[in-house]
């Protein structure tokens, strides 16, 4: 999220019932997002919260969780790299906030069975995935899906989207994901730092530190 945002996120979500937790790719704290594209959503890349901007956000009741240490695809790294991903993304959010529970966002929503084992065995307590729709009682809580809600939605895509947990977009992406070849998200649909994740019965709205990309949580 960009520095300025880190006031951003309170006012918008004070008054509505919605837990705000932040996803932060730790090796960049402060650092700019290396993934995106100049032709991207966001209209190329973004500043990342520093440790000054969590500590402020923890202060307004956000919470922090991981979008791993360098935000790699983690379906193709190796054993050792894929658990230093994980285990190190987490020391570094305890030393930042405190040890607690954490969640994992994976990047690019790349998760496979060997992924989510991993990230259970790391000790997160959930993963989210990128597959849109609502997560149910019977959703695994490693493949959660989410809904992306962006700062260019019209309020009639965004209610679209809090009613039905997709868009046609999603829809399309999906029934790609469906025909291609060993695609992993295909047998998972559910939500992220960007998905309607409903947990420990909150309603949670995520993000993965940038200023115009947020997640509603809603379960139904």
């Given at each position: 999220?960009?520095?300025?945002?880190?006031?951003?996120?309170?006012?918008?979500?004070?008054?509505?019932?919605?837990?705000?937790?932040?996803?932060?790719?730790?090796?960049?704290?402060?650092?700019?997002?290396?993934?995106?594209?100049n032709d991207?959503?966001?209209?190329?890349?973004?500043?990342?919260?520093?440790?000054?901007?969590?500590?402020?956000?923890?202060?307004?009741?956000?919470?922090?969780?991981?979008?791993?240490?360098?935000?790699?695809?983690?379906?193709?790294?190796?054993?050792?790299?894929?658990?230093?991903?994980?285990?190190?993304?987490?020391?570094?959010?305890?030393?930042?906030?405190?040890?607690?529970?954490?969640?994992?966002?994976?990047?690019?929503?790349h998760v496979?069975?060997?992924?989510?084992?991993?990230?259970?065995?790391?000790?997160?307590?959930?993963?989210?995935?990128?597959?849109?729709?609502?997560?149910?009682?019977?959703?695994?809580?490693?493949?959660?899906?989410?809904?992306?809600?962006?700062?260019?939605?019209?309020?009639?895509?965004?209610?679209?989207?809090?009613?039905?947990?997709?868009?046609?977009?999603?829809?399309?992406?999906?029934?790609?994901?469906?025909?291609?070849?060993?695609?992993?998200?295909?047998?998972?649909?559910?939500?992220?730092?960007?998905?309607?994740?409903?947990?420990?019965?909150w309603r949670?709205?995520?993000?993965?530190?940038?200023?115009?990309?947020?997640?509603?949580?809603?379960?139904?």
């Amino acid at each position: 999220m960009a520095t300025p945002g880190a006031g951003a996120c309170g006012p918008c979500t004070d008054g509505i019932g919605l837990a705000v937790r932040v996803f932060l790719v730790t090796d960049l704290l402060g650092g700019v997002d290396r993934w995106h594209r100049n032709d991207g959503v966001l209209g190329g890349r973004q500043q990342l919260l520093g440790p000054a901007d969590v500590a402020a956000m923890s202060q307004r009741g956000c919470s922090f969780h991981s979008h791993s240490c360098t935000h790699a695809s983690l379906t193709g790294l190796p054993d050792a790299a894929l658990a230093r991903e994980l285990s190190d993304s987490m020391a570094a959010l305890a030393s930042l906030v405190g040890p607690r529970d954490f969640y994992l966002a994976y990047p690019y929503g790349h998760v496979d069975a060997r992924v989510s084992a991993a990230a259970r065995a790391a000790g997160y307590k959930a993963g989210f995935s990128v597959l849109p729709g609502f997560n149910r009682p019977d959703v695994d809580p490693f493949r959660l899906r989410r809904i992306d809600v962006f700062g260019t939605d019209t309020p009639r895509e965004l209610l679209r989207k809090i009613r039905y947990g997709t868009t046609m977009a999603a829809a399309a992406t999906l029934a790609l994901l469906a025909r291609a070849p060993g695609g992993s998200h295909a047998a998972n649909i559910h939500v992220t730092a960007q998905s309607p994740g409903h947990i420990g019965g909150w309603r949670t709205l995520a993000c993965c530190g940038l200023p115009c990309l947020s997640h509603v949580g809603r379960r139904r």
